[in-house]
């Protein structure tokens, strides 16, 4: 390892403190708007913190003068359905957080790692002996955290997982744009479909209380600038130089942060069971993304394994 994986290394676990203890800010920010406000606002200030970063990665200009199109219109229908699927993943996660903890919400969010392969089969893609493992290690450890003595799962568990389906769409559908176009803008126009989708549910099923808002700010800076702006930018610089395996185990802590952040700031507490089941559920996510790993580096030349891989 160089210098620059250690700064990879070290920009990924920023991201994922980040996105962890914005789960806290998401339902803090709930004290005072509805759910819909809030990621609407969110988004919108995210969009907005992309836009220095979209001038300072424009392409340079051709010898005419001319600078090359960074949109196009298959760019903004793949990125207005990819914004389309955000929203809806993010306002289940949004809603979820007022009927589940935020421990809660971060591990079975993290599910989105097993879900990625698993729906990756509908396309053409290999699943690994080790992704199956982990998937059921991880079904397993959600029982334990989820199911209550009498055998129900809290109705925000629910619309946790079905977000998490969302993210693994997301997340293919980020694979298959993001070789194609500027990630950056299409990045940009996602947020901003979501911000508009948002405030729109907003206004017709909020109410909008200027005062609420501005009571709300904190949390909803924090979601925006940081979660979106921030936490995406130092992504993007830390892919150049990340190695796969460093970065399936750091991202994955997201879940950790989350449970940490809800413990320490809300005072959130986890039983025996829930505290296995948490454990079971984050081993099952490193499974399935370090076995295929691991079987890919055997059948790869020594030499090629030590270039480093972007993770999505």
């Keep these: ?162 977000g998490a389906a969302c993210w693994a769409v997301h997340v293919l559908l980020v694979g298959a744009l993001a070789s194609r176009y500027d990630a950056i803008m299409v990045s940009f126009v996602q947020f901003v479909v979501c911000a508009s989708v948002s405030l729109m549910l907003a206004l017709i099923f909020e109410p909008i209380v200027l005062e609420a808002v501005r009571q709300a700010l904190p949390a909803i800076l924090y979601g925006g600038v940081l979660a979106v702006g921030v936490a995406f930018t130092l992504q993007v610089v830390a892919q150049k130089d990340a190695i796969t395996s460093h970065a399936a185990i750091i991202l994955s802590l997201e879940a950790v942060f989350a449970a940490l952040a809800g413990w320490l700031i809300l005072g959130e507490t986890l039983s025996l069971r829930g505290l296995l089941g948490c454990a079971l559920m984050l081993s099952g996510m490193l499974l399935a993304q370090l076995v295929p790993i691991y079987l890919e580096r055997r059948r790869t030349p020594p030499a090629v394994q030590q270039e480093p891989a972007g993770h999505h």
């Design 1 to 162: 390892m160089n210098l620059r994986h250690y700064r990879a290394d070290a920009l990924m676990l920023i991201t994922a403190l980040i996105w962890g203890s914005t789960f806290v800010a998401q339902r803090l920010g709930m004290d005072h708007i509805g759910p819909f406000l809030y990621t609407g606002l969110r988004f919108a200030i995210g969009a907005l913190t992309l836009l220095p970063l979209i001038w300072l990665l424009r392409k340079p200009a051709a010898a005419d003068g001319r600078r090359p199109a960074r949109v196009s219109r298959p760019m903004l229908l793949g990125s207005l359905v990819l914004g389309a699927v955000l929203t809806l993943g993010i306002n289940l996660q949004q809603i979820g957080l007022m009927f589940t903890t935020v421990t809660n919400s971060g591990f079975i969010t993290g599910l989105y790692v097993i879900l990625v392969p698993v729906f990756g089969l509908f396309i053409g893609m290999r699943t690994h002996k080790g992704t199956w493992a982990g998937a059921l290690l991880a079904l397993i450890g959600m029982l334990l955290l989820s199911v209550n003595a009498d055998f129900q799962v809290a109705p925000g568990d629910w619309l946790q997982l079905v």
